[in-house]
């Protein structure tokens, strides 16, 4: 992949700032080390940093069409490049490049904006028409591809300005650094940043499958900044699923469609590798993965050193059944004190799970042997309900079942009173149900982050994030009502978790940190189509048999013990921000620990004005003495998205709430 950046003057005749972009890509220069390019027009200033992975001696952006009065820049990749190039060529297109980022503009020749229903893959694009004076930026339909925008005023003219990441719009000196509550209020509600809010004011992130498209000279800022959709998940109506009779007839099915995925996603000009963490899903995509190469593909396997959480002795059990050569990355406490920083500037937000840390040094490592493209087993949990709250619901769900009668809410209530923890009133509860078209199991786990909104925040901050539901900001599917329970809770899932966390702070900004490229084969545009149309059976059999349409896959594809292997859910320790004693605190303190008590202490947390002190240090000492429990789990989730949101003020918004160097230029 690449990065992309760029600016827009809406009245589409002043000159770009001298500087500016060039400023906004260096910020992301390793999303793409290899090159640069840049196109400046009245009006308008567009740049790419690129990361080459296809057509690597002629791919250099910005690229336009035969008479180049079509440009563009792209981050991502066409999975189907060759078949589309000659569909394209058998037209009459002439290709003067062997890179897969020539579709775009002869695509838009043909169909214009309408051309994102002809892309298929992961993808960020900037698209302008000098002709029209036509502008379309867009995003992925799945959100693999991130892109951010904003609109500034400059010189009399309202200019908008995109990047792949924030810290390109923050880079050209004409953004304000200011926080958006109800950007805190997403993380502390989703434990994610799913879009378009972000937790920057007036910066706008493209959802899945959204684009903007405008006419330079001709637009206001609100009709260029009104997202559009062309995809978003369905499902069919409930009742209308595919129930599936025969059953080898549907696991054919969609073990074809899978392998394609995989098949499509080896292709590049660089060696591809794999994540491998021992479970179902990216053991089932290496094994293919294996057969399409006709050989066993190099892995890599993070090692969390918390025995509890730990999935290396599994992760090496697939690796020898397939041959394959492992390379295991060790995680712990330590390197989660030293790099937590690191994490939080590469990702752009709190990021409450620290098991994202892993990944950061997993995606090092794959940089550090020479590699650009790893594929990884993400997005099956989402659509085949591999998550552990599929199935609480299907043993709980029993109470929110009678109309008018709100026993769930009742339980819940008596649980967390019982357990010390803070509670919502019943209209908040209601509320929530009536956005999400009823209870939801994703909801039930993830209320574990939500009560600390109640426990750690104060004053001005408290309130604005108690006045608005953040699932207000995600412009639900219409159609939720009409869909089967079990598919509405997939689909939050799908619309929060999978962009707005793994995909955020677990893939591209962590991957494309160390300039590497992740390839999901589950989020194969054929796949998600597969998955969803089948009936929810399928998805979770029973109570504990999760994924079992991809199970009895991978009874093919693997051993047994390795095709039905229970989900670990993959996080490390969370407790490492508790009391940490004489050894953090006091002139003698440890560096690596320093910064955890400066950020943490009654002066920073005042002068970021967004928590209570008390409240914090209270956590802190609760945490350091030993325990478990639902209570404290909850405390550990809140008291690490206190100290996330500190060190997110800190690096991106004033620099001075510890000793640590900000991570972001000032203007």
Known sequence: MCGIAGMFDLSGQRPAPAGVVHAMARAIYHRGPDEDGYLERPGLHIANRRLSIVGLADGQQPIANEDKSVWTVFNGEFFDYKEKRAALESKGHVFRTHTDTELIPHTWEDHGADLLQHLKGQFAICVWDSRTNEVLLARDRSGICPLFYTVVKYDGSDWLLFSSEMKGLLASGLVERRADL??????????????????????????????????????????ATTQKTYWQITYPD???????????????????????????????????????????????????????????????????????????????????????????????????????????????????????????????????????????????????????????????????????????????????????????PYTSYRNTMRHMGGSNGWLDVYGLVSTNKLRFFTGAARDALLARSPLEDLEISPDLYRWHPFNRQMYFGG?????????????????????????????????????????????????????????????????????????????????????????????????????????????????????????????????????????RTSVEMGLTGVLATQLWHHLYLDGQLCSLESKVAKP
């Open 495 to 631: 619309r929060v978790m999978l962009p707005g966390h793994l995909l955020a702070s677990k893939g591209d900004r962590i991957a494309m940190h160390s300039s590497v490229e992740t390839r999901y084969a589950f989020l194969d545009e054929d796949v998600i189509a597969y998955m969803a149309k089948i009936h929810p059976r399928w998805k979770l059999r029973g109570v504990m048999n999760d994924k079992y349409i991809e199970r009895k896959v991978a009874e093919r594809w693997l051993p047994k013990e390795i095709a039905w292997r229970r989900k670990k859910m993959f996080r490390a320790p969370m407790d490492s921000w508790a009391d940490t004693g004489a050894a953090g605190r006091g002139p003698n303190a440890r560096p690596a620990e320093s910064w955890i008590d400066q950020v943490l202490s009654p002066e920073s947390i005042r002068k970021a004005g967004y928590f209570d002190p008390n409240a914090v240090e209270s956590a802190r000492q609760k945490l350091a003495k030993p325990g478990g429990g639902f209570a």
């Open 182 to 223: 109800q950007g805190l209020n997403h993380i502390f509600t989703f434990m994610a940043m799913p879009g378009p809010t972000t937790v920057f004011q007036g910066i706008k992130c493209l959802a899945p499958g959204r684009y903007l498209h405008f006419k330079l000279g001709q637009t206001t800022v609100e009709q």
């Open 238 to 424: 409930r009742g209308h699923e595919d129930y599936g009779t025969d059953e080898k007839k549907l696991v054919d099915g969609f073990e074809e469609v899978l392998f394609k995925a995989v098949q499509r996603r080896v292709w590049a000009d660089v060696p591809v590798v794999s994540y491998l963490s021992g479970g179902v899903d990216s053991s089932l995509v290496v094994a293919m993965a294996n057969k399409v190469m006709g050989r066993p593909i190099p892995t890599f396997t993070i090692s969390v050193t918390d025995k509890k959480l730990n999935e290396k002795s599994e992760a090496l059990q697939v690796a020898k059944h397939l041959g394959c050569d492992p390379v295991v990355v060790d995680c712990g406490h330590d390197e989660l004190r030293a790099g937590y920083p690191e994490l939080i500037a590469a990702a752009e937000f709190p990021v409450i799970d620290t098991s994202c840390l892993g990944l950061l040094h997993l995606a090092r490592s794959v940089h550090q042997q020479g590699y650009k493209v790893a594929l990884t087993g993400e997005g099956a949990d989402e659509w085949l309900a591999g998550y552990s709250w599929f199935k609480i619901r299907k043993l709980v769900g029993w109470m929110d079942k009678i109309p008018g009668l709100p026993l769930g809410f009742a339980v819940r209530q008596l649980f967390q009173m019982v357990n010390g923890q803070p509670r919502f």
